[in-house]
């Protein structure tokens, strides 16, 4: 079975420009030589802290960014140089949930008005208003909300018109942009389940970009862990939360506060030095070795390849075969208590 | 795959939301805006029922000359005893029409370009900004003077030559507008959906653009009226045997120790119909700029 999107070592550079000539006076490497793959069917998590690049990535899959290098396939094309008319299927087959449902819906339209429209331009054929009444209700919302403006609606119920929005087409693929991360805790909770629902419904494939990874891990199959542009770890939901086997993996679950205060309070954690250092002059060798807890001195110099470490998991660190046992234990008893 | 048989969840049901028209609310409450749609009302009707109304042509000499306000000649004669009533009255027209129509062509091709440099950003919006950067170093004033001043008097010319003058205020503000606007989710959304950039700009920048626009455009109708009577009174208005604001008060400048209604009139006009404008623009703008207030 062929991956139904490919992202195949993509790198995403943005220059910066100076002056009258708009000289070139850097770059900020956005994503660095990323690869991943989705199968059919499946949702896909890319978590990391702000500014890892996992919105870039999104954007570049939407084809709202162009990528520097690298090529994107979906469904055995290659999407990343196409233009206007040539991109249109493209545009039918992969679809988008923005973050904030406050600015991802035009003020002026009301939600009937945001759903036809992208009925109508592709040129949908069958009655526009029942198609429009069958999403809505496909998302939980009554027909009566196609009469209402975004600033008419809670929250959530625009999160629904969004989602309302990406199914129109039918698409095979949809990217959700943080698409919880801007609601309350209770709506999170139903626009997950609504989004579980709707992959299972209809087959969809979603490549979801979180940075709370409970949300993440319970929606999503497999995921990729990104710090600085790159990926750091690779494999299924239970792989990396089970055993993360990258320093950096394992302090972001460590993070992750546990329910039980008592076990919280008995927890030792690994603590992060710093901030997450510039893209504009990222570290030489492996990006995260500035902040690494068991860095040594080949860290700085040489990037670690991609290794598999059996099933999808996958990881680029030097020092993986040592971190195995150390963290292992002390995470699983975290999540068990 | 749309062939699944669908079984949705309990619907949400749609909240009841009144929804008050903005524009009735805010002229209900805004005394001053009501003031200036009255005034204007009054001038519009003046100008259009010119014909009906004038007691006089407002061409006609008569030997009644520089006579003060009466009974006969409601607000006087100016110096060839021509009766200042009919030829405000008339005035009106020219007055009104150029300020309209000067500030339509000013909206639509400043909008167009401003919108243009915005959205595609670039070299298009180096070019079109660095022409505007060159007008603006000019005053408004100068420009038109110039204009007229090369291509010649008359209506046609005038309203050209303010418009272009006009033009550079609204390009700046819509391509900020567009500027800010690009970075919108939504805007994000309609391209992810495969829309067209002119749908884009039409459907979805423009109407979310238009508040300040149209702010814009009534402070600019005011300046408009004022232009063509600056431009009429320096002689380089439309034709001398037209009247208009600017030019019955440039005639009556010379006369104006000896008769002080060919001053007063006319500048009265000019200051009811500006003032009017701006009230109303005011007030549009309160009805236009806060559109996530009202829930």
């Known amino acids: ?337 | 795959m749309s062939d699944v048989t669908l079984d949705p969840a309990p619907p949400v049901d749609a909240p009841q939301v009144k929804r008050k028209n903005r524009f009735k609310s805010v002229f209900a409450r805004d005394r001053k805006a009501q003031f200036g749609l009255v005034i204007l009302a009054i001038f519009i009707l003046g100008a259009l029922l010119a014909p009906f109304l004038a007691p006089y042509d407002p061409n006609e000499m008569t030997l009644n000359m520089m006579s003060s306000p009466s009974g006969d000649n409601l607000l006087g004669t100016d110096d060839l005893g021509r009766d200042l009533f009919s030829r405000i009255l008339w005035g009106t027209q020219i007055s009104l029409f150029v300020g309209v129509a000067t500030v339509t062509l000013a909206l639509v091709f400043g909008v167009l370009l401003g919108v243009l440099a915005g959205y595609y950003g670039g070299w298009i919006d180096m070019v079109i900004m660095r022409y505007i950067d060159l007008q603006w170093a000019f005053p408004n004033f100068i420009i038109a003077v110039y204009l007229v001043a090369v291509f010649g008097t008359g209506l046609l010319n005038v309203i050209v030559a303010i418009a272009l003058a006009f033009l550079d205020d609204f390009a700046r503000i819509a391509r900020s507008m567009v500027l800010t606007l690009k970075e919108e989710q939504y805007i994000d959304a309609a391209r992810v959906q495969g829309f067209s950039d002119l749908r884009i700009m039409l459907r979805h920048i423009l109407p979310n653009a238009m508040a300040p626009i149209i702010v814009q455009a009534t402070v600019s109708v005011s300046y408009a009226i004022l232009g063509e009577a600056s431009l009429s009174f320096l002689g380089l208005g439309v034709r001398a045997d037209t009247p208009t604001w600017g030019l019955i008060l440039s005639d009556g400048r010379s006369f104006i120790s000896r008769a002080w209604w060919l001053g007063v009139f006319p500048g009265l006009a000019i200051m009811l119909v500006v003032l009017s404008i701006n009230f109303i623009g005011d007030a549009l703008r309160d009805a236009l700029d806060v559109r996530e207030t009202d829930i």
């Open chain 1, 1 to 337: 079975m062929t991956a139904l999107l490919r992202i195949d070592d993509v790198s995403v550079h943005f220059p910066i420009r100076k002056g009258l000539l708009q000289k070139q006076v850097g770059e900020v490497r956005a994503v660095e030589g990323v690869t991943l793959s989705l199968q059919r069917g499946e949702a896909f998590g890319l978590v990391g802290e702000s500014g890892c690049g996992k919105t870039t990535l999104a954007r570049t899959v939407l084809r709202l960014v162009d990528p520097t290098l690298g090529a994107i396939w979906f469904d055995g094309t290659n999407i990343s140089d196409l233009r206007g008319k040539a991109l249109a299927p493209y545009r039918k087959q992969v679809a988008a949930i923005f973050q904030d449902p406050f600015s991802s819906l035009n003020p002026r339209m009301t939600s009937g008005q945001i759903l036809s429209e992208v009925l109508h331009v592709h040129a949908f054929d069958g009655s526009i208003p029942d198609r429009v009444s069958e999403l809505l209700s496909l998302c939980g919302l009554a027909p009566r909300f196609a009469d209402l403006y975004p600033h008419e609606m809670s929250g959530g119920q625009r999160q629904r018109v969004g989602i309302a929005r990406a199914l129109a087409l039918d698409p095979e693929l949809i990217v959700c942009d943080e698409a919880v991360s801007a609601l309350d805790v209770s709506i999170q909770a139903q626009i997950i389940n609504l989004l579980e629902e709707l992959r299972v419904k209809f087959g969809l494939t979603y490549l979801f970009i979180g940075h709370d990874l409970s949300v993440v891990r319970h929606l999503c199959d497999r995921l990729a862990v990104m710090y600085l542009g790159r990926i750091m770890e690779t494999g299924t939901s239970d792989e990396i939360f089970s055993s993360p086997r990258h320093p950096y993996t394992q302090a972001l679950i460590d993070a992750v506060p546990a329910p039980d205060p008592d076990g919280e309070d008995a927890r030792e954690h690994v603590n992060l030095a710093g901030e997450i250092p510039s893209p504009l002059d990222p570290p030489s060798g492996c990006v995260f070795h500035t902040r690494c807890p068991i860095a040594f001195s080949k860290c700085a110099t040489d990037v670690p390849p991609l290794q598999r470490l059996g099933g999808h998991h996958a990881a680029s660190c030097f020092a993986i075969d040592q971190n195995k046992k150390t963290t292992d234990p002390k995470i699983r008893n975290a999540k068990s208590q």
